[in-house]
């Protein structure tokens, strides 16, 4: 299985950078993961509904710029459905069997993500109704699909 990370905005703590590329190593023998990473929208200063909704939509358009064809799409949303570990790796072992090669996830920027985000989604997924930082989620999410993997295979996730 391929996995694909297309995110807003780029790691600024070197701290959750040690951990992205710890999770990575560990998902190498398990499959490709790629990360895509675009700079954010820049916001105006206390902008109006409507400016915030053309910085999303804009973010929004250059982020599925770069879904594959063929890809699941699964956004990160904290209204998404509640997900477990062990409910992604049934989500993972169900994409598998319908012939899908690879799951892109998504994670928008500081503000949030655009509707046309959410409707083009497969899946939109939460990991709890806390908010997280779109920088912290990426490490959390990188560690659940880990987790997941293990999972699936039955192996255990502490060597």
Do not use: N, W
Not at 7 to 22: N, P, Q, S
Not at 76 to 97: I, M, P, Y
Not at 116 to 137: E, K, N, P
Not at 139 to 157: D, F, G, M
């Amino acid at each position: 299985m391929r996995y694909h990370l297309i995110v807003a905005g780029k790691i600024k703590e070197k701290y959750l950078t040690a951990g992205i590329h710890e999770f990575l190593k560990r998902l190498r023998p398990y499959g490709q993961v790629a990360i895509t990473e675009l700079s954010e929208e820049k916001m105006p200063e206390k902008p109006s509904l409507r400016q915030r909704e053309q910085v999303l939509e804009k973010e929004g358009a250059r982020l599925l710029q770069h879904v594959r064809q063929g890809s699941r799409l699964v956004v990160l949303d904290v209204a998404g459905d509640l997900v477990s570990s062990e409910g992604l790796a049934v989500d993972f072992a169900e994409a598998a069997l319908r012939g899908c090669s690879e799951i892109t996830f998504i994670i928008g920027g500081p503000f949030g993500l655009a509707d046309s985000v959410r409707q083009r989604a497969d899946r939109r997924i939460s990991f709890g109704r806390i908010t997280l930082t779109h920088q912290m989620i990426r490490l959390v999410l990188l560690e659940q699909i880990y987790r997941a993997v293990k999972i699936q295979r039955h192996e255990p996730y502490h060597l």
